[in-house]
Antibody
């Protein structure tokens, strides 16, 4: 089965850092672009970042530029999101998602999400 | 930045038809994708490229686009269709954009 499993969500201190992980299985991870999408409590989906299949290029939402870093390890079939200088507004469920066939610009497989709570 | 606007809620009786709309400037020039999200669950892709259904999605789900509005139509609505629905496009300046979301309530 095609599967994405996120981990690393935690209670973080304002100003602190967290690294989220997303383990992929059931498909050729190195062939797909991957995304992070977040959802604050009771709010809608917000795209955070995308990385291409070989990790050579990444894009970020304006709200993520400067504090978020997306990366991947194709040997480990794992996607990462480093979040620095945590803010209360980063509190959300973070989903990883697979982009459809190259250049298709939609997300066809999603993980169940990992929860980040930022509070002192 | 690019904005996609959806009505906050739609109510529909079982067996009837629900229409979920998504408005955006020049949306006619963009491909629209739709996701269903049930409470506490991950989103599920239910429509891509305006009107293509992924495998496993019932034929009751259909998509269309006209002018500045894209529409997800759910025919013969069932209780299990109750969920939040989000449209999404790729915009060359704003990258990936989700709509504000519509809660579909089955009466």
């Amino acid at each position: 089965d095609v599967q994405l499993v996120e981990s690393g969500g935690a209670l973080g201190q304002p100003g602190g850092s967290l690294r989220l992980s997303c383990a992929a299985s059931g498909f050729t991870f190195s062939s797909y672009s991957m995304h992070w999408v977040r959802q604050a409590p009771g709010k809608g989906l917000v795209w955070v970042s995308r990385i291409n299949s070989d990790g050579s290029a990444a894009d970020y939402a304006d709200s993520a530029k400067g504090r978020f870093t997306i990366s991947r390890d194709n040997a480990k079939n794992t996607l990462y999101l480093q979040v620095n200088s945590l803010r209360a507004e980063d509190t959300a469920v973070y989903f990883c998602a697979r982009e459809g066939v190259v250049g298709r610009h939609y997300m066809d497989v999603w993980g169940k999400g990992t929860t980040v709570t930022v509070s002192s | 930045s690019y904005v996609l606007t959806q009505a906050p809620s739609v109510s529909v009786a079982p067996g009837k038809t629900a229409s979920v709309t998504c408005g955006g400037n020049n949306i006619g020039t963009k491909s629209v994708h739709w996701y269903q999200q049930k409470p506490g669950q991950a989103p599920v892709l239910v429509m891509y490229y305006d009107s293509d259904r992924p495998s496993g999605i019932p034929e009751r789900f259909s998509g269309s686009k006209s002018g500045n509005t894209a529409t997800l139509t759910i025919s013969r609505v069932e209780a299990g269709d109750e969920a939040d629905y989000y449209c999404q496009v790729w915009d060359s300046s704003s990258e990936f954009v989700f709509g504000t979301g519509t809660k579909v309530t089955v009466l």
